[in-house]
């Protein structure tokens, strides 16, 4: 996934996915990492949208809006 997607605070690394119009904190384990790109794993849902910008202002529970960006 992309890099920018991943945050890591002192509970360790975690994504944002979206489930209706709220975020979903998902906690991941990085496997491997670049400058541009991590593998990761953890129980990501394959058929949620991944949070890639402006992920660092979201909350657990935040409400989301998400554009049809390609």
Not at 10 to 18: D, E, I
Not at 19 to 29: D, E, F, I, M
Not at 41 to 49: E, I, S
């Amino acid at each position: 996934m992309p890099h920018d997607a991943v945050l890591i605070d002192n509970a360790g690394p975690y994504v944002f996915q979206v489930s209706g119009t709220k975020a979903l904190r998902v906690v991941v384990r990085i496997a491997l990492t670049t400058d541009t790109t991590d593998v990761v794993t953890g129980p990501l849902d394959a058929h949620l949208p991944l949070v890639v910008q402006g992920n660092y202002q979201l909350q657990n529970g935040s409400l989301v809006r998400t554009s049809n960006a390609p």
